[in-house]
């Protein structure tokens, strides 16, 4: 979904809203606390954050929800590639507040379907949990090692960047005690002169 489209859906969103006032019905607005961790806890820590990693890679404006164009480029990276209608289809089978897009509960809703077996192997959600999730027994050793290496490379490079960071703080925290001993240094000779 566009920036225009989205922007159109919250102002349609507002006016229902505003007509139901108008007409003295009552308006609930519901804003819903997710601890997505107790919610599915069919899912392990670490496999919620696996979801949650691929979910932030392609939440390209960092908006905490998958547009259709994200999704779209979600499913062309895993070599998987939609239509347009595929694509909004697949986001109407799991987007339960209807705004259009995927949040990350909506999201590992996907997950959760295919461990129950209720997607169709071959629809854009049942492609999209398979070629996000590693099954040895499909793949073979062979193509989980790949699976595994390629993870290792990508958390290798993560970690030279930590190990940069790390370094650029123990240089700084370095500076500021040399920094804090000539200070000392300089106040022990300036009393000399007092």
């Given at each position: 979904?566009?920036?225009?489209s989205?922007l159109?859906?919250?102002?349609?969103?507002?006016?229902?809203i505003?007509?139901?006032?108008?007409?003295?019905?009552?308006?609930?607005?519901k804003?819903?606390?997710?601890?997505v961790y107790?919610?599915?806890c069919?899912?392990?820590?670490?496999?919620?954050k696996?979801y949650?990693s691929?979910f932030?890679?392609?939440?390209t404006?960092k908006?905490?929800?998958?547009s259709?164009?994200e999704?779209?480029r979600m499913?062309?990276?895993?070599g998987?590639?939609?239509?347009h209608?595929?694509?909004?289809?697949?986001?109407?089978e799991v987007?339960?507040?209807?705004?259009g897009?995927l949040s990350?509960r909506?999201?590992?809703l996907?997950?959760?379907?295919a461990?129950a077996?209720?997607l169709?192997a071959d629809?854009?959600?049942?492609?999209?949990?398979?070629l996000t999730?590693?099954?040895v027994?499909?793949?073979g050793?062979v193509?989980a090692?790949?699976?595994?290496e390629?993870k290792?490379?990508e958390l290798?490079?993560?970690?030279?960047?930590e190990?940069?960071i790390?370094e650029?703080?123990?240089?700084?925290?370095?500076?500021?005690?040399e920094?804090a001993?000539r200070r000392q240094?300089?106040?022990?000779?300036s009393r000399?002169?007092q």
């Amino acid at each position: 979904m566009s920036g225009s489209s989205e922007l159109t859906s919250v102002l349609m969103r507002r006016q229902e809203i505003n007509d139901a006032l108008d007409n003295g019905e009552e308006v609930t607005v519901k804003y819903r606390i997710v601890n997505v961790y107790t919610e599915f806890c069919e899912f392990t820590r670490k496999e919620i954050k696996q979801y949650e990693s691929t979910f932030k890679k392609f939440n390209t404006n960092k908006d905490s929800y998958l547009s259709l164009d994200e999704l779209k480029r979600m499913m062309e990276v895993l070599g998987a590639p939609q239509t347009h209608l595929g694509l909004k289809g697949m986001i109407a089978e799991v987007d339960e507040d209807g705004d259009g897009r995927l949040s990350f509960r909506e999201f590992l809703l996907v997950y959760r379907k295919a461990r129950a077996g209720e997607l169709d192997a071959d629809s854009g959600l049942g492609q999209l949990a398979k070629l996000t999730e590693v099954d040895v027994d499909k793949v073979g050793v062979v193509g989980a090692k790949e699976f595994f290496e390629a993870k290792i490379n990508e958390l290798s490079k993560r970690s030279k960047f930590e190990s940069e960071i790390r370094e650029e703080q123990e240089e700084r925290k370095r500076m500021e005690e040399e920094k804090a001993i000539r200070r000392q240094q300089f106040l022990a000779k300036s009393r000399i002169f007092q």
